[in-house]
Structure formats: C-alpha cells, structure tokens
C-alpha cells in the first residue's frame, strides 16, 4: 500500500470520528442539563413539602398549648 493511501484513510477515519466524538459530547451535556433541571424541580418540590410539613406540625403544637 502506497503511503499516500494509508494517509488518506486515516484523514477520513478522523473525519468520521472526530464529528462523532463531538455530537456525542454535546448530546450528552443535553442530557446532563435537562437531568439537572429535573432534579433542581424535584428538590423544590421537596422544599415546599418540608415547609408544609413543618406549618403543619407548629399547628398540631400550638394546639396542644
């Protein structure tokens, strides 16, 4: 095989491959913020229950006094 063959081909395998290692990168950051706004809403959700939760227990023991 002629240096210039062997040349070509590893050009074009890095033309495939480097595309493809940055769609993947990207795709994945996609992921990784769309996880991230998922788990900030369920830990305001837990927030607002714990709020709940504790007005509703300062309730039950001003009842009690």
């Not at 830990?43 to 023991?61: S, T, V």
Request: charged content about 30%; some cysteine; proline content about 2%.
């Amino acid at each position: 095989m002629d240096w210039v063959q062997v040349l070509v081909m590893i050009v074009a395998n890095l033309g495939i491959i480097i595309p493809m290692i940055l769609w993947f990168r990207s795709e994945s950051r996609a992921d990784m913020r769309e996880f991230s706004a998922e788990i900030r809403s369920w830990k305001n959700e837990i927030n607002k229950e714990i709020k709940d939760f504790h007005g509703r227990l300062c309730a039950i023991e001003e009842g009690r006094k």
